[in-house]
């Protein structure tokens, strides 16, 4: 398998990281999210507030945490870590 080139961070998102989390965690069915730092990893709920469904914050395949709420495949690995489509529209527009 071909090493994955890692999407390049404009400032910007890189700003909104340092101020709002690092990293995000988000729920596989409803799409609920949260944005987290590392030393608060632990306080992020197994189970989503609002549908009770899986909270995900690391790659299922490599471990990987995600960088943004709009992931459906994992940067690191390439796994799929969430159905490309939430209530009946696609997360990421096409060609992204």
């Known amino acids: 398998m071909e090493a994955r080139k890692r999407p390049r961070r404009n400032w910007i998102q890189e ?4 101020t709002l989390g690092d990293w995000v965690a988000f ?6 999210t949260l944005r987290y730092f590392v030393e608060l990893e632990a306080e992020i709920p197994p189970a989503c507030p609002g549908c009770k469904s899986e ?3 690391l ?12 992931l459906v ?17 696609p997360i990421r527009k096409a060609g992204k």
């Open 27 to 32: 729920c596989v069915d409803c799409g609920f």
């Open 59 to 70: 790659c299922p395949e490599c471990g990987a945490r995600f960088p943004s709420a709009f």
């Open 55 to 57: 909270m995900r914050h």
């Open 15 to 18: 700003e909104r990281r340092k």
């Open 73 to 89: 495949e994992c940067e690191e690995c390439g796994a799929e870590v969430r159905p490309r489509e939430l209530f009946g529209g």
